[in-house]
């Protein structure tokens, strides 16, 4: 998994019933795009760093132009 700073982290939920947690990456602390990730997490803002697992995906911010 890649991620830029300004992507936003999907986190699906494993389990009927419970939403999905959305967040922006602030920061990118590994190589090349890798984890480790701080996101702000979706409605309250609270940040974290976050370590994707299967159930993530990453959606690219779209290039300003």
């Known amino acids: 998994m890649e ?5 936003r ?3 699906r939920s494993t389990h009927q019933g419970e939403p999905e947690r ?6 990118v ?3 090349g795009g890798a984890p480790p990730y701080v996101v702000r997490w979706d409605p309250d803002g609270h940040t974290g760093v976050f ?3 299967g159930t993530c995906a ?3 911010e779209p290039a300003n132009g």
Request: proline share 9%; hydrophobic share 45%.
């Open 51 to 53: 370590y994707p697992a």
């Open 58 to 60: 990453v959606v690219p």
């Open 3 to 7: 991620a830029r700073v300004g992507d």
């Open 29 to 31: 602390r590994g190589e």
């Open 22 to 27: 959305t967040g922006r990456v602030l920061e």
């Open 9 to 11: 982290i999907v986190v």
